[in-house]
């Protein structure tokens, strides 16, 4: 069993920064992509950063260049720096791993940007 644990939300000021941390226990999979959902209350969940095997990323628009995405594949890891935060940034942030067979997520962090 393949489990996803986030870790690195919480409370921060419009203008600052966190950084967040996934990292796969359990079977060993490898994930040909991981990344970042987000979802509001009262919204959809949405992409917010993905970044495959072989490094190629992919950002949503609202990223804005302030979100980094990177990944250690030894460690079946991956993070998400993000700077100049936003109110609208808040949010439960969602790790994701995508196996060959089968999409894994995490529990979730939240994220709050205070104005």
């Known amino acids: 069993q393949v489990q996803l644990v986030e870790s690195g939300g919480g409370l921060v000021q419009a203008g600052g920064s966190l950084r967040l941390s996934c990292v796969a226990s359990g079977t060993v999979v490898s994930f040909r992509a991981m990344g970042w959902y987000r979802q509001a209350p009262g919204k959809q969940r949405e992409l917010v950063a993905t970044?495959?095997?072989?490094?190629?990323?992919n950002y949503a628009d609202f990223v804005q260049g302030r979100f980094t995405i990177s990944r250690d594949n030894a460690e079946n890891s991956v993070y998400l720096q993000m700077n100049s935060l936003k109110p609208d940034d808040t949010a439960v942030y969602y790790c994701n791993g995508e196996s060959r067979f089968y999409v894994y997520w995490g529990q979730g962090t939240q994220v709050t940007v205070s104005s």
């Open positions: 970044t495959t095997s072989s490094g190629i990323t």
